[in-house]
């Protein structure tokens, strides 16, 4: 079984998050960056499901400019067996994504297509349920537990209020919540075998995609800073602030 | 619990712009390796580092290992995180390739090593002692004891230890007592030996000792000492581990500090004599000690580095976390706003980085001394008793700080800074005191050939003045000017000593300290100065640093000049008077 993974490049999760000084984006000039954690457990289950012998090649994307090659060889260093880069500029939206992984599934016709649930920069938990509207593929989102018989995929997901059991045919697609699994380090042999592994670039003319933006980013902002809490001297003295200051009761 | 931020960035820097790391690459004819993939790798050994072996740290502190029946009980938690280190493959990184290693650069093993050693020195002092008994099996085994012990201690699925030191051997190993008789094939061990860092524990299935001993017809002194491989459990025909030699630890010392790191007093053919195989030839095991020497040497150095990086870590987040004043507006101060708590950190971040500068830029010489690089030998030799005498000296003053920072609190257990500060303690000492590493400078280093050693690194050093002092930005020119008044008193003293030192045997015992205080302080300054240099550079042009990590540069290089530069003339100063009041007193006046 081939399996087809997905990872992007974001900010790591341990960076402190910064605006930049006229407010049109997040400021990631010299800020360090990693795999999105959810794509992280995505190559870490395919990695398993490799060494159960359930797949027999994974194969991991990513789509942005040269530098995501980085997160690739990441994925290849935690046992991934070869990376397809799609070129793009800095931060393509969901929509665009999805339609280049879409041409990627084509080609590659994977049995397995695992990603993250969501990317923690931009938050939009869409492009795997895209992905598989346009390839007309069954989904199961925010994958707990994952295992693979008779053609099919018996996923647990992780619901409100409890956990839900679907079992899917393959080919499919599967995005993976936080509790999936804990993903491994990188050990050093992998990592200077990762240099060895292939690894193409494609651009979206090759795969006949013409990009389009629908949506445009027009501001972004800090978070409000918190004041600073005060102590107060009475009970009566905390609801008369709560009643006329902070206007709560 | 203090946490531990792997310092990546520093790291990246020092090797891509003051090693050179991608030129020494290709001077080792090492095609794949390159800035990019040290970065990579660096960065995944700080995972481990900060997420498994940081944690464990005070645990090591608190519940030390205990022993048993001749069997030493390593604390818990600490077999599981060396196995984790050894399937990630870490005991690997610089072995070479026919024994299962990756045989990477030094200079690249000595930031990974870095990391291990703040996330953890007792932990770490392990792998260490082991990667010291492959370097001896690899330069001076037989091939079949290379492939008998060889994979395993490099993969790490063995541990090695050496054992040296006895009771009445210590600086002087020529006392070594401990007995070898010619069996058949193999030799009988019997003998105590002291002070031996992982001697015992169960975290693998075998440990690999490097014994030194006297054959019963050696040469008394130094040129009588033989290398044995003692296993703890001999091999059988498979070469698996199977019967229990007549080896065990006998007790284990209580120390001050690196409590989780056993230190054991091993016994030797208790029951008849310790089965054990001669390493290379009889009678040159001291010998043989010394081809490790620069390298081991350097390793202790470096653990200088690494705990005063944790130290100022620690340091920096309670100094921000602490409020104590209050400001006209009524606020409570953080203690970093306070100039005497600033003061220290920045002594403590600007001899952090001056250590690492120092650090790498040594271990690289190593890897161009392997190419047959003759200047780069030279400058090993010269470089290594500063980087262990003065680093892990500056050490003591720098964990010593983090102490002061927290105040009352440091002086409590608690809160862990106590722990950073006695674990420093033991590096000035083991691996050859600063008395050894001074008399080692002064003597072989300097004196011996006439100070030519000495003197290329000056005019490396005056060449870096200059350039400062051409540079179009002020502050660089005043960096200059300080590093040039730095060099000229430290020259001054280095003339006087080979002036009147070489003639003088109490003369270059009574300066030899002040000597390598000031050396280390002068080469620490130097490439900070150089770092700096870099950095003023690297501004006007796209780079992946970040214009804040180099103004940052600049201000500790800056820092570091008027606090730690000024050290060099008082030591200078303190090496002309050649302090020959030291004898002044009889013994019965002292």
Known sequence: MKILVAVKRVIDYNAKVRVKADNTDVD????????????????????????????????????GPKSCQEQIRAALALGADRGIQIETEDSPESLNVAKLLAKVVEEEQPELIIMGKQAIDSDNNQ????????????????????????????????????????????????????????PRYAALPNIMKAKRKPLDVKTPADLGVELKQHTQLLKVTEPAERNAGILVSSVDELIEKLKNEAKVI | ?????????????????????????????LEEVNGELANVVIEEAGKLASEVLAPLNSAGDEKHPTVNAGQVQETEGFADAYQQFVENGWATLTGPEDFGGQALP????????????????????????SQGAVEALIAHGSDELKAQYLPQLISGEWTGTMNLTEPNAGSDLAAVASKAIPEGDHYKISGQKIFITWGDHQMTSNIVHLVLARLPDAPAGVKGISLFIVPKYLLDDQGQPAELNDVSCISLEHKMGIHGSPTCVMSFGDNGGAIGYLVGEANKGLSYMFTMMNHARQSVGLQGLSISERAYQQALQYSQERFQGTDRDGGKIAIINHPDVRRMLMAMKSGNEAMRALAFTAAAEIDRAHTGNADSKVRVELLTPIVKGWMTELAQELTSLNIQVHGGMGFVEETGAAQHYRDARILPIYEGTTGIQALDLIGRKTLFDKGAALQELQADIQA????????????????????????LSASKAGQWILANAASDKQLMGNVSFDNLMMMGYLTGGWLLAQSALKAVELQTEDNSYGNDFLNAKLGTALFYAQHYLPRISQHAETICSGLDQTFALDIEQL
């Open chain 2, 1 to 29: 619990m203090s946490t531990y931020t792997p310092p990546l960035q520093d790291a990246a820097f020092v090797l891509d712009q003051l090693v050179g790391f991608d030129q020494l690459c290709s001077d080792l004819q």
């Open chain 2, 464 to 487: 870096t003045a200059e350039l400062l002092s051409n540079s179009e930005n002020q502050q660089l020119r005043k960096l200059g000017a300080q590093l040039e008044s730095a060099l």
């Open chain 1, 28 to 63: 990631l000039s010299n800020t360090k960056m990693a795999i999105n954690p959810f794509c992280e457990i995505a190559v870490e289950e395919a990695v398993r499901l490799k060494e159960a012998g359930t797949a027999s090649e994974i194969v991991v994307a990513s789509v």
């Open chain 2, 106 to 129: 030094n200079v690249l093993s000595t930031a990974v090593n870095e990391q291990w050693h703040s996330a953890n020195m007792s932990f770490a002092l392990c792998p260490m002692l």
């Open chain 1, 127 to 182: 492009t795997g349920q895209m992905l598989a509207a346009l390839l007309g593929m069954p989904q199961a989102t925010f994958a707990s537990e994952v295992s693979i018989a008779d053609g099919k995929a018996q996923v647990t997901r992780e619901v409100d209020g409890g956990l839900q059991t679907l079992a899917i045919n393959l080919p499919a697609i599967v995005t993976t919540d936080l509790r999936l699994n804990e």
